[in-house]
């Protein structure tokens, strides 16, 4: 603005004509000043190789990279990391199934008890193509889900108010410590005997077991909570509803997550128990029927069939919890 007012005033500014140019001037002035510049090229993005990994390009990002460019890149380095992590963890799984097929062959242990690894593969496929290990799989899949699903729904916000709330901490207290002291085992004869050996019988067992890691999870991930969010929020003026939902139900995610995986083991663990004292299906009955009738490969079969379960549902359960844990950059 300073600049602009002192500037003097020129010719056609007053009014006056202007002055005409002399020709030491002219020869002055550079032809080049008089020559248009043509406008600039646009720039396009530069692929360079970061120094972790020399073979990974980094795409760095010029207002001309597309959004799907950036998003397809970030999806290939995704799949990178993932595979390499798999490279790292294969070589023990690797190691587990060359062991387990080579000690009964080698008559380190005994092949009656303990067959081979491709012996048992074998049963599991005959078992998968005459229909009975789907079967059974598909009964003790809709049971854990069941009682797992209804023990989250429930459990979680029965936690995030006795957590929260004072008053219904007091009051639900004393109830939640004598059931929780309570094994779930102990107390399925007594479903058993109220719900029959059907199928609300097993389901109600394994809400009851899933209930208490979900629960006390969740009070605990309400209440450990660092206080200077807490306070830093309330002086930002929240109240107390805007304080649970933008501060104290995103910092206890993670803890409820925690509860959340330990219940889905426990679905499939307290099942198999469930099935193995009354069912007609299910992988514990599967399970407990080839030991009976001297089945050892379908035995060890329906075993791997419960732990490839057991995986799935704590890589299902990972995926959600990264879901909602987006915020947090670790």
Not at 105 to 110: P, S
Not at 130 to 135: A, K, R, Y
Not at 192 to 216: D, H, M, Q, R, T
């Amino acid at each position: 603005m300073t600049d602009i007012l002192a500037a003097p005033a020129t010719g056609s500014a007053r009014g006056d004509a202007p002055a005409p140019a002399s020709p030491a001037g002219q020869a002055q002035t550079p032809a080049a000043a008089l020559t248009p510049v043509p406008p600039a090229a646009p720039t396009s993005p530069k692929i360079l190789k970061t120094p972790e990994n020399p073979k990974t390009p980094e795409i760095l990002e010029t207002p001309q990279t597309s959004r799907s460019a950036r998003l397809a890149g970030l999806a290939r380095l995704g799949r990178r990391v993932r595979l390499g992590r798999l490279a790292r963890r294969a070589p023990a799984v690797v190691l587990l199934a060359a062991t387990w097929e080579v000690l009964p062959r080698t008559g380190a242990v005994d092949p009656v008890f303990v067959p081979p690894l491709s012996e048992v593969l074998r049963a599991w496929y005959d078992l998968l193509l005459g229909g009975q290990l789907l079967e059974h799989f598909q009964a003790s899949l809709v049971r854990s889900l069941t009682g797992f699903g209804l023990a989250v729904v429930l459990a979680v916000p029965l936690g995030l108010a006795i957590g929260w709330y004072r008053p219904v901490a007091d009051f639900l207290s004393p109830v939640l410590e004598i059931f929780r002291n309570t094994s779930a085992v102990a107390l399925l004869p007594v479903f058993i005997l109220i719900l029959g050996l059907g199928e609300p019988s097993k389901i109600v067992f394994v809400f009851y077991a899933c209930s208490w890691p979900v629960l006390l999870n969740t009070v605990s991930g309400v209440r450990t909570v660092e206080p200077l969010l807490v306070k830093s929020a309330r002086s930002l003026g929240l109240g107390p509803f805007s304080l649970f939902r933008k501060v104290i139900l995103p910092a206890a995610v993670p803890t409820i997550f925690t509860g959340i995986r330990l219940a889905g083991a426990s679905s499939i663990l307290v099942l198999l128990f469930a099935e193995m004292v009354g069912a007609k299906a299910g992988l514990g009955y599967l399970v407990q029927d080839a030991q009976f009738s001297f089945r050892i490969p379908d035995m060890y079969a329906g075993i791997i069939t419960i732990s490839a379960l057991g995986l799935l549902f704590n890589l299902l359960l990972l995926a959600v919890e990264r879901r909602f844990s987006t915020w947090r950059t670790t």
